[in-house]
């Protein structure tokens, strides 16, 4: 339900929702930039209530009484802005552009003080997508008197009722976890460090968390369950309430593995795996491998999934023989990286980015785990991700598909939670895919949003070859990580058309309401440890 306000006499003016005729635009010219500048702070617009009240006179009270300006600053008069017949108020203010977020947050904490213990209160940018959410100072759940949660929130820009909802639907629980002293894991721990975290038993004494509960507790809170390590699986299974679970997770494995290499492509393979293994040296191998693709240059198919394949097991060839224990990450990501960018030089929609990349995804969930928890770092900075998959949306502009960073759940999973944002009906958009990989060896998992939580499941073994013994695995190898590559080009393509449908939407949100032409996003916290350096 959508009212026009108009501020009048330093508060605000319910009316009907007949429509106004629009105000004669304003001379600037002759008029002094002060006046320009209050008369744009103090013009209230569009305001929206979440809730479905129809014909209810609590609106009308809460419009009239519950905000006012004055001398340039935003106060919250009474509870009546907070009244529990109205749980959540959604109001865009467009044009508070001269009013300094810290400032504006600091008034209204102020404001809010004399009612309750105000438990949130901060600013999240570009939670969702930039073209729905470009600033949103918001002030969340406090308790009141009575101690019973209530909720207000301030938008600065549009903002589509459907994304502000999503964002606070959850806030409640969160918050409780906050009141049972959450706050001092969110505030203390740092990467894998474990602290001086305590636990209460039965008898009220102090039992320190071990290493796995810690690392437990992360992926609780950002709702994730490991089902690949079994240890920690078997910790959290009788708590889940889906059925079927192995059936479902099984079905999308091999939904993901439908995508394997074509026959011919398997006999080149193997025409090179018999010639190294029966005692050809690297560089005969490498010359048969160069002889199998001149056939295929001629034709011109150096896109093909074959001249790829020997491409990639060239470069394999290239780096045997030094392999070493004392290998850095770096040189180890580096040799990887190299043959991951022969499977995806067709394919010009996907960018792999190597070397300490900015994940914008957990950046974006940084500043709300910043919001909720009050972590202490002024500023928040994304996860820095040795290999981050992404699709090109041109202009310089990509969709994060999936990060290859080595034993992080948490980084796909705030991945995972804008794809889904994305479109919540697309199936497609439920599971992405990542690779964990350590010196020759890893493991390809796929992370699937089932019922609302994100289960990890391992896929299968990447056995880069080593020597001779190793290599009769290479066909295993490059089936796994051709049915990555094709896995990343539908879930890219998906991605940008669910990008491009919301953005039409923005488009026309302003002059029609787009809600029955959409579902509210889904919303997932992801706990991600602070941290306090660039």
Same mark, same amino acid.
């Given at each position: 339900m959508v009212?026009?306000?108009? !501020?009048?006499?330093?508060? #605000? @003016?319910a009316v009907t929702q007949r429509p106004q005729a629009p105000e004669p635009p304003t001379k600037l010219k002759k008029m002094p930039w002060s006046q320009v500048v209050a008369r744009k702070r103090t013009s209230l617009m569009n305001a929206t209530f979440e809730n479905n009240i129809h014909n209810n006179p609590v609106i009308d009270h809460i419009l009239k009484d519950g905000i006012t300006f004055e001398n340039d600053a935003v106060k919250l008069l009474s509870c009546r802005a907070l009244d529990p017949v109205v749980p959540l108020v959604r109001l865009r203010l467009s044009n508070l552009p001269f009013l300094k977020e810290d400032i504006l947050k600091e008034q209204l904490k102020m404001s809010l003080e004399p009612h309750g213990f105000v438990l949130d209160l901060g600013i999240l940018q570009k939670l969702h997508t930039s073209t729905y959410m470009d600033s949103l100072p918001f002030l969340t759940i406090f308790l009141d008197t009575?101690? =019973?949660?209530?909720?207000?929130?301030?938008?600065? #820009?549009?903002? %589509?009722p459907a994304v502000a909802t999503v964002m606070l639907k959850n806030m409640p629980s969160l918050i409780v976890q906050r009141k049972l002293k959450m706050e001092k894991t969110a505030n203390d721990m740092d990467g894998d460090t474990v602290g001086n975290y305590d636990a209460d038993d039965d008898d009220g004494n102090n039992i320190p968390l071990l290493h796995d509960d810690v690392y437990r507790l992360k992926?609780?809170?950002s709702g994730i369950v490991n089902t690949i390590r079994r240890s920690d699986f078997d910790h959290v299974r009788p708590f889940l309430p889906t059925q079927h679970l192995d059936e479902r997770l099984d079905a999308i494995v091999a939904q993901f593995c439908s995508h394997v290499i074509t026959n011919n492509t398997k006999t080149l393979l193997q025409q090179v795996i018999d010639t190294f293994v029966q005692?050809?040296? !690297?560089?005969?191998?490498?010359?048969? #491998?160069?002889?199998?693709?001149?056939p295929l240059l001629l034709a =011109? &198919?150096?896109?093909? /999934?074959?001249?790829? +394949?020997l491409d990639a097991v060239a470069a394999i060839l290239k780096f045997m023989g030094f392999y070493n224990n004392s290998d850095t990450v770096a040189t180890v990501l580096h040799r990887f990286m190299t043959i991951l960018s022969s499977i995806f030089s067709s394919i010009t929609s996907i960018k792999l980015t190597e070397g300490e990349t900015t994940s914008a995804c957990t950046k974006s969930i940084q500043r709300l785990n910043v919001a909720l928890y009050e972590a202490s770092q002024s500023q928040s900075f994304g996860r820095k991700i040795d290999i981050l #998959? =992404?699709?090109? /949306?041109?202009?310089? =502009?990509? $969709?994060?598909?999936?990060? *290859?960073? @080595?034993?992080? *759940?948490?980084? @796909?999973? +705030? $991945?995972?939670?804008?794809?889904?944002? *994305?479109? %919540?009906?697309?199936?497609?958009? &439920?599971?992405?895919? +990542? $690779?964990?990989? !350590?010196g020759s060896a890893g493991y390809i998992y796929v992370m699937t949003n089932i019922d609302g939580i994100f289960y990890a499941r391992q896929v299968g073994l990447i056995m880069l070859p080593k020597s001779r013994g190793t290599f009769v695995h290479l066909t295993e190898t490059?089936?796994?990580?051709? +049915?990555?590559?094709?896995?990343?080009?539908?879930?890219?393509?998906e991605a940008q058309a669910a990008l491009e449908h919301r953005e039409s939407l923005d488009n026309i949100c302003e002059v029609a309401n787009v809600l029955q032409e959409c579902i509210p996003s889904p919303h997932h916290d992801i706990f991600i440890t602070p941290t306090r350096h660039k």
């Amino acid at each position: 339900m959508v009212l026009s306000d108009k !501020i009048s006499n330093g508060s #605000v @003016n319910a009316v009907t929702q007949r429509p106004q005729a629009p105000e004669p635009p304003t001379k600037l010219k002759k008029m002094p930039w002060s006046q320009v500048v209050a008369r744009k702070r103090t013009s209230l617009m569009n305001a929206t209530f979440e809730n479905n009240i129809h014909n209810n006179p609590v609106i009308d009270h809460i419009l009239k009484d519950g905000i006012t300006f004055e001398n340039d600053a935003v106060k919250l008069l009474s509870c009546r802005a907070l009244d529990p017949v109205v749980p959540l108020v959604r109001l865009r203010l467009s044009n508070l552009p001269f009013l300094k977020e810290d400032i504006l947050k600091e008034q209204l904490k102020m404001s809010l003080e004399p009612h309750g213990f105000v438990l949130d209160l901060g600013i999240l940018q570009k939670l969702h997508t930039s073209t729905y959410m470009d600033s949103l100072p918001f002030l969340t759940i406090f308790l009141d008197t009575s101690q =019973k949660m209530k909720a207000f929130m301030l938008c600065r #820009v549009t903002c %589509p009722p459907a994304v502000a909802t999503v964002m606070l639907k959850n806030m409640p629980s969160l918050i409780v976890q906050r009141k049972l002293k959450m706050e001092k894991t969110a505030n203390d721990m740092d990467g894998d460090t474990v602290g001086n975290y305590d636990a209460d038993d039965d008898d009220g004494n102090n039992i320190p968390l071990l290493h796995d509960d810690v690392y437990r507790l992360k992926l609780s809170l950002s709702g994730i369950v490991n089902t690949i390590r079994r240890s920690d699986f078997d910790h959290v299974r009788p708590f889940l309430p889906t059925q079927h679970l192995d059936e479902r997770l099984d079905a999308i494995v091999a939904q993901f593995c439908s995508h394997v290499i074509t026959n011919n492509t398997k006999t080149l393979l193997q025409q090179v795996i018999d010639t190294f293994v029966q005692g050809g040296s !690297i560089e005969e191998t490498m010359v048969l #491998v160069h002889d199998l693709q001149r056939p295929l240059l001629l034709a =011109k &198919q150096c896109a093909s /999934q074959a001249y790829r +394949a020997l491409d990639a097991v060239a470069a394999i060839l290239k780096f045997m023989g030094f392999y070493n224990n004392s290998d850095t990450v770096a040189t180890v990501l580096h040799r990887f990286m190299t043959i991951l960018s022969s499977i995806f030089s067709s394919i010009t929609s996907i960018k792999l980015t190597e070397g300490e990349t900015t994940s914008a995804c957990t950046k974006s969930i940084q500043r709300l785990n910043v919001a909720l928890y009050e972590a202490s770092q002024s500023q928040s900075f994304g996860r820095k991700i040795d290999i981050l #998959v =992404k699709h090109d /949306q041109g202009s310089s =502009k990509y $969709i994060e598909l999936s990060s *290859l960073e @080595n034993k992080n *759940l948490r980084t @796909n999973g +705030a $991945i995972l939670a804008y794809l889904s944002s *994305l479109n %919540p009906r697309c199936r497609a958009l &439920q599971t992405t895919a +990542a $690779i964990d990989f !350590i010196g020759s060896a890893g493991y390809i998992y796929v992370m699937t949003n089932i019922d609302g939580i994100f289960y990890a499941r391992q896929v299968g073994l990447i056995m880069l070859p080593k020597s001779r013994g190793t290599f009769v695995h290479l066909t295993e190898t490059m089936d796994l990580l051709f +049915a990555f590559e094709a896995f990343m080009t539908c879930l890219g393509h998906e991605a940008q058309a669910a990008l491009e449908h919301r953005e039409s939407l923005d488009n026309i949100c302003e002059v029609a309401n787009v809600l029955q032409e959409c579902i509210p996003s889904p919303h997932h916290d992801i706990f991600i440890t602070p941290t306090r350096h660039k």
